[in-house]
C-alpha cells in the first residue's frame, strides 16, 4: 500500500468531470486482469497500447520478471513521488499503480475492483461498481 501524505493527496485533486471518465479506464483494466489470468502477462507487455501507459508498462515488466508485490510496490511509490504529475493524470497513474499491485498479489477480479472503484470518490464509488457489475 502507498503511504498517502499531504503533498501526494493534493496532486490527486481533480474535477467531478474528470473522475467521470474513471469508469470506462477501470473497465479496461479489468480486460487487463482477465487476459494476465488467461492469457498470462507476456501477452501484454508488447502491445501497443500498454506501451502508451507507461507505468502501467514498466510494471507488467516488473511483475513479469518475477520482482515480488513488495519491491514491486517500493518502485512504483518511487515513481510516483518523482513524476511531474498532478491532478487527473497524477490520479490515473495512481489507478494504475493500485492495479498492478493487485495483479501482482493475484487478488481476484471482485477485489481488484474493489481496490479501483474507489478512485472515483465517495460519490461516486457505488454507481461505478454497480454498472461495472452488470
Known sequence: MIFWNAELA???ACSKREKSHL??????????HDTVRTEGIKSLTDSASIKEKPILSYGLRLIEE?????TLEEILAIYL???PWSG???????LHTEALLS?????SKDMYLRKLVPYCGVESAADVLGALEL
Open 10 to 12: 493534493r496532486r490527486l
Open 23 to 32: 469508469g470506462s479506464i477501470i473497465k479496461e483494466l479489468l480486460e487487463i
Open 66 to 70: 518475477g520482482v515480488s508485490g513488495e
Open 81 to 83: 513521488i518523482a513524476s
Open 88 to 94: 487527473f493524470d497524477f490520479l490515473l497513474q495512481c
Open 103 to 107: 495483479l501482482a498479489a493475484g487478488d
